[in-house]
T-cell receptor, first 112, second 113 residues
């Protein structure tokens, strides 16, 4: 029962272009969403989050969009840089439940 | 401020053995959560501890257990190891509740032969 899904296992983008990573969820009780970035041999690093009362949150080159009716969120990185090459995980907190549910990750490769 | 530390970083065990992993949270953080990462399943929640009490538990068998000490350090134990337990075990700490932003350690890579 995969409640948070990242349907693209990998994505390749040219340096300087926009990277768009997508995430779908099935549980309408999720009320807080996060994106984490993970390099090999390191733990995930928090990137950006969004509450279900918002539809957009921006932090520098990173913007997260939330479409509650479609149960979909996306992470935009612009412009993409080589250091952005990593695995990106979408995660969500169910309302009232104190445990993070992760997607399976998308490997982003930025090509020079 | 020092980050989350996990020891050991790598472990090799054989089937049937047991293993204990350790996690030291960020100073001041009282919630510690454990996750298992495997290539097929992604990151899966194991359990969360707060003030030495297990508050939340994922869908793992009873062979997986944990505890938290008064200084918020946490240990995770896996008994009767199976080949399928080979994974990266990640610990994350947060200030008060696991709904606060969680900060992850580098993980312990467990290989079961």
């Amino acid at each position: 029962d995969q409640q948070v899904k990242q349907n693209s296992p990998s994505l390749s983008v040219q340096e300087g272009r926009i990277s768009i990573l997508n995430c779908d969820y099935t549980n309408s009780m999720f009320d807080y969403f996060l994106w984490y970035k993970k390099y090999p041999a390191e733990g995930p690093t928090f990137l950006i989050s969004i509450s279900s009362i918002k539809d957009k949150n921006e932090d520098g080159r990173f913007t997260v969009f939330l479409n509650k009716s479609a149960k979909h969120l996306s992470l935009h990185i612009v412009p993409s840089q080589p250091g952005d090459s990593a695995v990106y995980f979408c995660a969500a907190y169910p309302q009232g439940a104190q445990k993070l549910v992760f997607g399976q990750g998308t490997r982003l490769t930025i090509n020079p | 401020k020092a980050g989350v530390t996990q020891t050991p970083r790598y472990l090799i065990k054989t089937r049937g053995q047991q293993v204990t992993l350790s996690c030291s949270p960020i100073s001041g953080h009282r919630s510690v959560s454990w996750y298992q990462q495997t290539p097929g399943q992604g990151l899966q929640f194991l359990f969360e501890y707060f003030s030495e009490t297990q508050r939340n538990k994922g869908n793992f068998p009873g062979r997986f257990s944990g505890r938290q000490f008064s200084n918020s350090r946490s240990e995770m134990n896996v008994s009767t190891l199976e080949l399928g337990d080979s994974a990266l075990y990640l610990c994350a700490s947060s200030f008060r509740t696991s709904t606060d932003t969680q900060y992850f350690g580098p993980g312990t890579r467990l290989t079961v032969l």
